[in-house]
């Protein structure tokens, strides 16, 4: 026999299809009305779970395109910047190269001098631009002013208080890149040459000679050479004496005995030596002067040597490094002003006087152009041709810290335009995973519709058939 | 023929009839009537009696009595499934709850999480930036806040379980104490021998209804009453119901008891069942998985802030967030152990390094604290704090530490490098004899007490003091250690010299500096010296200007480190041929040899791998008087937690998801977010270390990330609520088809009853008829007679 159907089964049957039949068409509603097929968990956890990190995928991926964005701007005002430093440098070779040149009144120099100092301040600006109330070029030190100008002893001088670190910034997932370059490579120049000496003005070859690569000092400097007293003299009848000794080193004496007794020095010519102790100068073959005090010691003639020891000081003469021993070991000279060595090999060192030094490779744009300033104003009052020579001297140096310019310059720009290829790179996969996460969350509309009518039409029907069924029943036919 | 011929059979017919119409009528009437079973009369035909000879003639129907159509069987299995189904549905009630309360995938903890570790990228922009790092500060507290409402919407989900119990077990009460009553009235109403249809049904739909809320076993005596049994225990014996009672465990969990039983009855089915199940299992594990994921945060969160740097550089003055307690009840405060302070999270045997600024100069002294939690007290911490130069600590009444520098000194416990780690003993002005090799040295073949001498000054006057090394002074003679030594030697050397561990070496170094100052150690009795590794044969001379190291970067490494940085030979910095400083790691091994003779330039900055670089100033080295320093690298600056546990320099404060919240210090000011590791305003070394924490994997997390877990915990309550959904579709259908089928059998068809109604009628109409034709006869019967 078939199932009993009766009248509680038929209702329960219709009122259960259409519940079934609501609850899917309020479904499809949310799905249309959100566009969005996941609106809990619940609705398909296995999407859930991909939803999640995609979601914080595209999020990483926005910041991302935040940071390129802000790190080519960052970059493009950073090049800005050093563009102007660069026409700053183009400027300065000019005015230098007029100086070099050209046959300048005194007041003309003067006057290049004061618009060099104008750049010299504009560059000064320039390394300590900001983008926002951060310093550019100074490492992390981004909140206060990296750079400053200090003058010692009438050399101008820069002091770069920020550090070597760089402010890191992811820009693509994996990939991070400097916002800055910081500003000590830039504007401080770090390709140390040999160091060179040439007698100041008025001075002569003092014979001293660079030792190594160990040097500190930036720029030009000056090395005093003095004389600081004899050693190892033959005996008594021979002393120091207060007149002028210029020459350095190892000396040596020829003593004839006479009468009359004569005394040489250096191969210089035999002086007579009186009874009693007397200060003579006596000059060697190449012309150095030694101050004795000397007396006929009436003995068989001798020879031998003693010693002129030296004082070197790159200070200005407030400390001296004294020397007593002319080997070819090296002799370290310190700048008390600013703590910089020079090493020298003092092998060669035969006579007093002052020598400039030369840093070589150090001139950076700072202590160009404050070089290139004081050598217009010229204090000292050198002759013309020493003010040409010295400018002249310093074009090369010129162009070398306007190539360190450059050379910021041109990394600056490979950085930002790699911003261009990354951004369009985090673009790219921005919109991939947002794709990626639209097909795992999102309704797909046109199915969605159909969807939503088929259950409309199915639901319609539900509720005729049951309208139908409902009503019918033996009562009705039984009348 | 009789005169009564055919009016009982009639009579009995018209009676058949008539009950047959009004149990159609009943069953028409009870169509709609929950828990209603169909009636039929049951009609029999009536006892023949013979007649004429060996002819059986009937005599009509009998009503033998009116009876439910009931299939035992299949209300059992209804009254079982109804439980099931009671079940599912407050699962899937539950989990739809704590579905809504987590709201995910829009504005739950994911996008929260997101944005926490999204405005750390943003800080990273601009560490400077006080917006942004109000934006971060503000982050924290959003997701602090969350967790907060997430803890207490599911406590309070938990936590209406026992008045929802309660409330169902009071329904229970109601429908046992009807179920016995309904035993009495069927009882007494069969003793007559009908059956007591309407009343059965009655009591089955009171049974059905408990099964809804718990499994209950119904046993059916042969009385015909109905006892119930809860978890093997009597509810309904008879006409006595017992009541059930609710309570709660020690721990809070609801449990149900029958009567004044101790036990508590054991259910499975049914909404009581589902309720009491979510509250030990469902509930609670989710509120674990939520504060597991909460006191990760914090503590992964807390061990990166507090080693960090904030915006307004090291630390003048710090006070611990969290209190110690007085866990002996001595009334002293910080008497305890470190392990029993009562912190809420767990202080490990390891190390704490404090940095000490000199905010004038920039010089950094750094200090190392050896912790161990089960031996050290916090009063001890904080004296060993108080014993670093420039800083004191203290316990305050509450058992907060508190920390403070002395004026123009600073503190933090920042892992970065010291730029200036040399404090003197390598190139310094001072003259000083390093020991060729770290301790522990063998002093095994001297016989103590062995003596040497130290002599310092100048050339001119020379001043020799004696040392004097005695047994006692070391635990072992054969491995003595560089701090017994130093403490045995500064003990004799007074004002002359002193002695120090750089390293693991032991150095001496002369209290002048200068050029002119000499250092020169000479054997006495014994050659101590000899096994200590200490250059006798040269008189050390001082300098004027001293050699300056600069170290720079970042270390990077795993692991905390420390590089020995020795003199191979002597010379000048950048202009010895071949000079050399060779770089040792903790086990003496050796890392690297740095080339700063002739072709290194002074000041030029040397890399030595893992982010650390190392620069030379001018100056003169020698490797005969073992000239040394030492870097600390490190990588994680306090090993044993106990800033975290104390709360010093935290960014969270709490340990669970419900008292989470962000460092009121932190909210007031933006500039105490921890953002560098130095002080430079553009350092984001911590934020990048936050910002490596998002895809790391925590031991406590199972090896997840913190997002990974999280989004696991969703999952699988995306998992759960799915299968619960389709759990209550599945057995409400089972339910469904149970019910087609009782419906089938108990089920009053309209139909079928009009039938029969008709059925009856004519049945009546008919026997009407039969009465009538035999009242005829009977007549013509009578009428024969006249």
């Not at chain 2, 109601?174 to 009235?185: D, K």
């Amino acid at each position: 026999m078939a199932i009993r159907i009766t009248q509680g089964t038929l209702y329960s049957r219709a009122l259960s299809d259409m519940q079934r039949g609501l609850f899917r068409y309020s479904q499809l509603q949310t799905q249309v009305a959100t566009g969005r097929r996941v609106n809990r968990p619940s609705d398909d956890p296995a999407a859930a779970l991909r939803i999640l990190p995609l979601r914080n995928d595209i999020r990483d991926l926005q910041q991302l395109s935040q940071n390129v964005s802000l790190a080519r701007e960052t970059l493009n005002t950073s090049a800005a910047s050093l563009e102007d430093g660069s026409s700053i440098m183009q400027r300065a070779r000019e005015l230098a190269t007029q100086a070099a040149n050209g046959t300048l009144s005194g007041s003309d120099r003067q006057s290049i001098a004061a618009e060099i100092d104008q750049l010299l301040e504009q560059m000064l600006g320039i390394a300590n631009s900001r983008r926002g109330d951060r310093f550019l070029f100074g490492g992390t030190e981004t909140g206060s002013p990296p750079f400053s100008l200090e003058t010692v002893n009438g050399r101008t001088r820069p002091v770069y208080s920020g550090n070597r670190d760089s402010l890191e910034i992811d820009v693509a997932p994996g990939v991070s890149t400097e916002l800055n370059v910081p500003g000590d490579s830039i504007f401080l120049s770090r390709d140390r040459t040999a160091t060179t000496f040439s007698p100041a003005f008025g001075s002569q070859e003092t014979g001293v000679a660079s030792y190594g690569n160990g040097d500190t000092g930036t720029g030009f400097g000056s090395l005093q050479v003095t004389f600081a007293g004899l050693e190892g003299l033959p005996g008594p009848w021979m002393a120091q004496g207060t007149g002028d000794t210029s020459a350095l080193g190892d000396l040596g004496y020829q003593y004839t005995a006479g009468p009359p007794a004569t005394l040489s020095i250096g191969g210089g010519p035999a002086e007579l030596l009186p009874p009693t102790p007397t200060e003579m100068q006596f000059r060697t073959s190449d012309g150095r002067e030694v101050s004795l005090v000397v007396s006929d010691p009436v003995i068989a003639s001798t020879a031998g040597t003693f010693t002129s020891k030296a004082n070197l000081s790159t200070d200005g003469g407030q400390t001296f490094t004294e020397v007593s021993s002319f080997t070819a070991d090296p002799t370290g000279v310190r700048n008390s002003d600013d703590g910089s060595m020079l090493y020298l090999d003092v092998s060669g060192l035969s006579r007093t006087g002052t020598a400039d030094v030369k840093f070589g490779g150090t001139f950076d744009v700072f202590t160009t152009l404050a070089e290139l300033r004081d050598a217009l104003v010229n204090d000292a009052g050198a002759p013309d041709n020493t003010v040409r020579d010295r400018v002249g001297s310093l074009l090369s140096e010129i162009d070398s810290a306007h190539d360190a310019v450059l050379d910021g310059l041109r990394e600056l720009g490979f950085r930002s335009s790699s911003m261009d290829v990354l951004q369009n790179r985090v673009e790219g996969l921005r919109i991939a995973r947002t794709e990626s996460l639209s097909l795992v969350e999102d309704t797909d509309i046109a199915e969605s519709i159909m969807e939503l009518q088929r259950q409309d039409l199915s639901y319609q029907t539900a509720l005729q058939v049951s309208a139908r069924v409902l009503q019918t029943s033996l009562q009705g036919f039984l009348r | 023929m009789t005169l009564g011929f055919g009016f009982g059979a009639g009579l009995a017919a018209l009676r058949a009839a008539q009950l047959g119409m009004q149990t159609a009528g009943n069953n028409v009437a009870n169509a709609n009537t929950p828990g209603y079973s169909r009636q039929r009369v049951e009609l029999g035909t009536a006892l023949s009696y013979g007649i004429r000879g060996n002819l059986q003639v009937g005599a009509g129907v009998d009503v033998n009595g009116i009876s439910r159509m009931v299939d035992d069987g299949l209300e059992r299995r209804i009254q079982f499934q109804l439980g099931l189904v009671g079940a599912a549905e407050l699962d899937n009630l539950r989990y739809r709850e704590i579905e809504t309360i987590f709201a995910e995938p829009d504005d739950g903890l994911s996008s929260s999480y997101k944005d926490l570790f999204g405005a750390l990228d943003q800080v990273r922009t601009d560490p400077s930036d006080r917006a942004l790092r109000g934006g971060l500060i503000q982050s924290g507290s959003t997701i602090s806040q969350q967790f907060n409402l997430i803890a207490q919407r599911l406590g309070d989900l938990g936590g209406s379980t026992f008045d929802e119990v309660r409330g169902l077990t009071r329904q229970v009460n109601q429908r046992t104490r009807a179920i016995a009553r309904l035993n009495e009235q069927i009882l007494s109403a069969e003793a007559s021998g009908a059956d007591a249809n309407d009343l059965r049904d009655t009591r089955s739909q009171h049974i059905k209804e408990l099964g809804k809320l718990l499994d209950t076993r119904a046993i059916e005596r042969s009385s015909g009453s109905v006892d119930l049994l809860v978890g093997g225990s009597l509810v309904v014996a008879g006409g006595r119901a017992t009541d059930l009672r609710v309570g709660k465990t020690g721990a809070g969990n609801t449990q149900l008891f029958v009567g004044d039983n101790r036990a508590p009855a054991q259910i499975s089915e049914g909404r009581i069942a589902a309720l009491i199940r979510q509250e030990q299992g469902g509930l609670p594990s989710y509120m674990t998985r939520v504060d597991e994921l909460a006191r990760s945060t914090i503590l992964e969160w807390n061990r990166l802030h507090s080693t960090g740097m904030p915006a307004t550089g090291p630390f003048h003055s710090l006070i611990a967030a969290n209190s110690a307690v007085d866990g002996d009840g001595d009334g002293v405060i910080g008497d305890e152990l470190l392990s029993q302070a009562g912190f809420d999270f767990d202080i490990e045997q390891g190390s704490l390094y404090v940095a000490v600024t000199n905010t004038e100069t920039g010089q950094l002294q750094r200090s190392r604290i050896d912790i161990d939690p089960n031996a050290m007290t916090l009063q001890d911490f904080a004296n060993e704090l108080t014993a670093i130069d420039h800083i004191n600590a203290s316990v305050d009444p509450t058992g907060r530490l508190r920390i403070n520098a002395d004026s123009g000194y600073g503190f933090d416990f920042s892992p970065r490098l010291d730029p200036n780690p040399d404090a003197g003993t390598f190139g310094g002005l001072n003259p000083t004899i390093g020991s060729t090799g770290a301790g522990p040295y063998d002093l095994n073949g001297q016989t103590f007490p062995v003596t040497f001498d130290v002599t310092t000054g100048t050339a001119l006057s020379p001043t020799t003091t004696t040392v004097t090394l005695e047994a006692t002074d070391f635990l072992n003679t054969g491995a003595a250690t560089t701090e017994e030594l130093v403490a045995a030697i500064n003990a004799d050397l007074g004002n002359a010299a002193t002695a120090s561990s750089v390293g693991g070496r032991l150095v001496i170094q002369s209290d002048q500096g200068g050029a002119d100052s000499e250092l020169r150690l000479t054997e006495g009795s014994g050659t101590a010296l000899a096994d200590l590794g200490m250059a006798t044969a040269t008189t050390v001379s001082g300098r004027d200007n001293a050699l300056e190291v600069r170290i720079e970067g970042s270390y990077e490494g795993q692991e905390n480190q420390q590089f020995t940085f020795v003199a191979e030979n002597s010379g000048t910095i950048g202009v010895t041929d071949d000079l050399r400083v060779r770089v040792l790691d903790q086990n003496g091994q050796l890392v690297t040899t740095l080339d700063v003779g002739s072709q290194y330039e002074p000041g030029e900055a040397i890399a030595l791998g893992n982010g650390v670089r190392v620069s030379f100033g001018p100056g003169e080295l020698s490797g005969e008087s073992g000239q040394v320093f030492a870097l600390d690298a490190l990588a994680d600056s306090d090993t044993s937690d106990i800033l975290v546990a104390t709360g010093l320099n935290s960014f969270f404060l709490g340990s669970s998801a419900a008292d989470m919240s962000v460092n009121e210090d932190l909210m007031a000011n933006p500039d105490r977010l921890a953002a560098g590791l130095g002080a430079a305003s553009g350092d984001a070394g911590n934020l990048s270390r936050l910002i490596a924490l998002r895809d790391r994997d925590l031991g406590d997390l199972d090896s997840n990330t913190i997002e990974d877990f999280y989004a696991d915990l969703v999952g699988d309550i995306g998992f759960e609520t799915a299968a619960s959904n389709s759990a209550l579709e599945a057995q409400a259908q089972l339910l469904g088809q149970l019910e087609a089928d009782r419906e089938a059998v108990s089920g009053v068809n309209i139909d079928e009853e009009m039938v029969d109604l008709l059925k009856y009628q004519q049945s009546y109409e008919a026997a009407a008829r039969f009465i009538s034709v035999a009242q005829e006869m009977t007549d013509v019967l009578i009428n024969l007679g006249r």
